[in-house]
């Protein structure tokens, strides 16, 4: 259930009638029967979208949180779609260090993810804004992986393999991450 503080899926907060501790309940009868399982590699990823949307009192980030004993990660999903359409161009950071700081207070030393990112190239170097995904863990400690949303769609080509120069990224960005990333 991912981005619960967006428009964009059933189980968002403020659609089809939802409240955010409505999701929160949804959230934690799910992690229950998870857990119930008995499967202990299986952890559970909280993840709301960096920004809420709409930004408002009701639809804060921090509505959504189930509570530290119900997550075993955070993360968070947003992406840089270039300038087009009123936008600007935002670096990686830009993205993540606000959701960071926020999934931090609520969930001290949970180890974060990036559940979900992507960048077009309308506007700025996509190369580039590849390799800063690799230099994230100094503002976000905690980083532990990035998820890559590889597809073109009308809000923009996000796809890795567009050109030479964001393969070569990628491939490098792949290779820090599996050292570590430090």
Not at 33 to 61: C, D, F, M
Not at 89 to 98: D, I, N, R, T, V
Not at 148 to 168: C, H, I, L, M, N
Request: charged letters at 15%; a positive charge.
């Amino acid at each position: 259930m991912p981005e619960p503080n967006t428009p964009w899926h059933a189980w968002s907060g403020l659609v089809n009638g939802n409240k955010p501790g409505q999701y929160v309940t949804a959230f934690r009868r799910v992690r229950t029967a998870i857990k119930a399982t008995g499967k202990a590699k299986v952890q559970v990823l909280w993840a709301p979208y960096a920004r809420s949307v709409p930004e408002s009192t009701a639809n804060q980030i921090a509505s959504y949180f189930p509570g530290k004993k119900y997550v075993d990660l955070t993360g968070a999903s947003s992406y840089n779609f270039g300038a087009v359409r009123g936008l600007t161009w935002l670096e990686p950071a830009a993205l993540f260090q606000g959701v960071y700081g926020t999934a931090q207070a609520l969930a001290p030393g949970k180890k974060f993810w990036i559940a979900e990112t992507a960048s077009t190239a309308a506007g700025g170097n996509k190369a580039a804004w590849i390799a800063a995904l690799g230099t994230l863990n100094v503002q976000l400690p905690n980083l532990a992986g990035i998820v890559w949303y590889d597809v073109k769609e009308p809000t923009g080509d996000f796809r890795v393999g567009q050109s030479a120069a964001t393969r070569t990224a990628f491939k490098n960005l792949a290779t820090k991450l599996s050292k570590g990333c430090r």
